[in-house]
């Protein structure tokens, strides 16, 4: 195994780190954005009214896109297990 292919496989690992955790980040700014205009505008600043819907709204996400997720990590560790055998040699 030479360097190149371990900077492979670590861009790889990252990117599906990224794309795997991109919903789940994005609804958390989007509420907490809606939130935070919320509070601003009504000048209520109770740390629990932005906490709960950041948590619902991660829920919901995961539930959604669940099986997506799941199917997305499965494809890259049976890419992962197809290249042993080529590090191997």
Known sequence: MNTETVMTM??????????MAAPALLAT?????I???FQAATQVNEMTLS???????VGATLALLG???VGTMVDY?????????????
């Open 10 to 19: 670590t861009y790889q690992a990252m990117k599906v780190v990224l794309i």
């Open 29 to 33: 700014l989007v509420v907490g954005l």
């Open 35 to 37: 939130v935070s205009i």
């Open 51 to 57: 906490f709960i819907p950041k948590l619902l709204a």
């Open 67 to 69: 099986p997506w997720l």
């Open 77 to 89: 560790i049976q890419a992962l297990l197809a290249q042993i055998p080529e590090m191997a040699s």
